[in-house]
């Protein structure tokens, strides 16, 4: 887009502002339009409007526009007031009501070579992801642009997948949870749980929203099949505009009915296969022929759209468009869910246990994340460990008269009353994320394994924040059971919720484990949050806000990770 900052001329009428740019070009601004945007009528730190249209003057007419300085300042009849517009916010309107836009996203896929995994896409491993402000901003702009991008380090381990997240966006909990297992099973509900092999599709155009960002795990490769299958919806969409418009736009124009039926859900909703905007480009694709229901077309129409069904079909099983790749124990890959169809090969589930998990993040809070880097600045870890209290904190705490965020915000209070260091108050703010960012019963009778929230929450925090913050987080847990070996009042003071997850945990410390945790360098500090997490347990108690914590938590993040 070609930068228009420069007037050659500028002229008005009392219903119009005009401008023509030393650059080349023209345009024309509605007197109406530009008393709507004027910079005093929004909030000046979050840009929101504060009028409404009806508040507006009904004919609103310009006496007098001049060019001062980089602005355009406008004197209004009848009005005492004027207004002013930088020149360079203008000429920005201008491109958009012209039509032009920034450089195009999304970047098809290649169309004639080969694809290859590790050379056409971005890679990068999780540590670095986390600790590299320039890795992470890479990486995500690679995703939205392309549409995929692959993690590997992640640990293969349960629930792992939930730790990274978090860089990405916002895992969004569905019928499945905040994630779900995908491996061969008897009798499965879903035959993305069989050994079978899946066609390219998309997931959930059942689902109200679609899902719009799919991460996918793997703790257990097989050896002998089991490939995942790749390709751009976007790039075969614009390939049959290309080679056949009328069954593009059939395709783009039909209603299909999608539906998932299971012992707890009843899903449906209707959308078409081809989605597109009100300019016509192409924004999702929805294409599962496993959900898809019967078409409510009578013969002759049938007839046509199963015509450009089928040549989209076709077209989706053309090796040339496909990425074939084999991924790895600790591999991540996450793909957007409106663009990007995924697949399998098949694989021997009798002699191969292969194992993936996978999750939903919410569209917008994806590109959110890259958006802030397109800007220019980091996404700030603040912003995430506010997401994610956002999403899950106002539930209840498990078994406790409060919820998550609330105790979060009680143990950070008494630790603030305590007048304790910065980090020690941060660790008691944070010390339960652990349960935000893995996934387990709400109802705590549910429970029957400890959920390891502790060393989740610490391998998060310590990526962020170091050992300051992460090491009283990983040792809260332990600290409970050295003060019930260590204070014989202790037990009593702990609340009936407490108790039966200490059950879990291990119950009290033995001599040996007491003193392996007093030679732990943060047990003093881990003690001093586990009293704050015993307190933090009371209805109503007033508190700091948490984005009153930004500051604080924005101060101790470490240098490498902002």
Not at 81 to 102: M, P, T
Not at 379 to 400: N, P, T
Request: charged share 25%.
């Amino acid at each position: 887009m070609k930068a228009m900052h420069t007037v050659r001329q500028i002229d008005w009428t009392p219903s119009a502002l005009m401008l023509e740019w030393a650059e080349g070009g023209r345009v024309e601004l509605a007197s109406v339009w530009l008393r709507d945007n004027l910079r005093e009528q929004r909030d000046p730190r979050n840009g929101q409007r504060l009028i409404d249209v009806a508040d507006l003057p009904v004919e609103p007419r310009i006496r007098r526009a001049v060019l001062e300085d980089g602005q355009v300042r406008i004197e209004w009849e009848r009005e005492t007031a004027d207004a002013s517009f930088d020149l360079a916010w203008l000429a920005a309107q201008a491109a958009v009501i012209a039509g032009e836009r920034a450089a195009a996203l999304p970047r098809l896929w290649l169309q004639g070579g080969r694809l290859d995994a590790t050379r056409d896409f971005e890679w990068a491993t999780l540590a670095k992801a986390r600790e590299e402000a320039g890795v992470r901003a890479s990486w995500l702009k690679r995703l939205v642009t392309d549409g995929l991008a692959f993690l590997t380090e992640v640990p293969p381990q349960p629930g792992a997948i939930l730790e990274a997240m978090p860089l990405v966006g916002q895992v969004a909990e569905t019928n499945y949870g905040l994630l779900f297992d995908v491996r061969a099973v008897p009798e499965p509900e879903n035959l993305a749980y069989s050994d079978q092999g899946l066609g390219l599709h998309t997931d959930n155009p059942y689902r109200e929203p679609v899902p719009g960002f799919q991460a996918l795990h793997v703790l257990v490769a097989a050896p002998d099949g089991g490939e995942s299958l790749f390709a751009d919806g976007f790039a075969l969409a614009e390939q049959l505009r290309q080679e056949d418009p009328a069954a593009f736009e059939l395709l783009a124009r039909t209603p299909v009915p999608f539906a998932y039926r299971s012992r707890n859900a009843a899903l449906s909703a209707e959308r078409p296969l081809i989605q597109l905007s009100c300019r016509g480009e192409v924004t999702a694709v929805h294409y599962n022929n496993r959900s898809i229901q019967p078409l409510p077309l009578a013969a002759e129409a049938a007839e046509r759209y199963y015509r450009a069904y089928r040549r989209f079909a076709l077209l989706l099983k053309e090796p040339r468009y496909m990425l074939r790749f084999m991924m790895r124990a600790g591999d991540l890959v996450v793909f957007d869910n409106q663009r990007i169809l995924h697949g399998r090969t098949g694989f021997a589930s009798a002699r191969y246990p292969r194992h993936l998990q996978g999750c939903y993040l919410t569209r917008d809070s994806v590109f959110s994340r890259a958006g802030a880097y397109r800007r220019g600045g980091p996404v700030s870890i603040i912003d995430e460990v506010f997401s994610l209290y956002a999403a899950r904190g106002s539930q209840a705490y498990f078994g406790e008269a409060v919820s998550m965020t609330e105790h979060g915000l009680q143990a950070a209070h008494f630790a603030e009353l305590a007048g304790e260091r910065d980090s020690v108050i941060a660790a008691a703010l944070l010390h339960d994320i652990g349960h935000l960012i893995a996934t387990v019963p709400d109802d705590i009778a549910e429970w029957k394994v400890d959920a390891r929230h502790e060393a989740t929450g610490a391998r998060w925090l310590a990526a962020w924040f170091g050992a300051q913050v992460a090491e009283p987080v990983r040792l809260h847990v332990r600290a409970k059971r050295y003060l019930c070996a260590t204070d014989p009042t202790y037990l009593s003071q702990l609340s009936p919720a407490s108790v039966l997850t200490l059950k879990l945990q291990g119950g009290a410390m033995s001599a040996d484990e007491v003193a392996s945790f007093e030679a732990e360098p943060g047990y003093r500090d881990a003690l001093i949050v586990r009293r704050c997490d015993d307190r933090g347990k009371v209805a109503g108690l007033a508190t700091r806000r948490l984005q009153e914590y930004s500051a604080l938590l924005s101060s101790l993040v470490r240098p490498e990770a902002s």
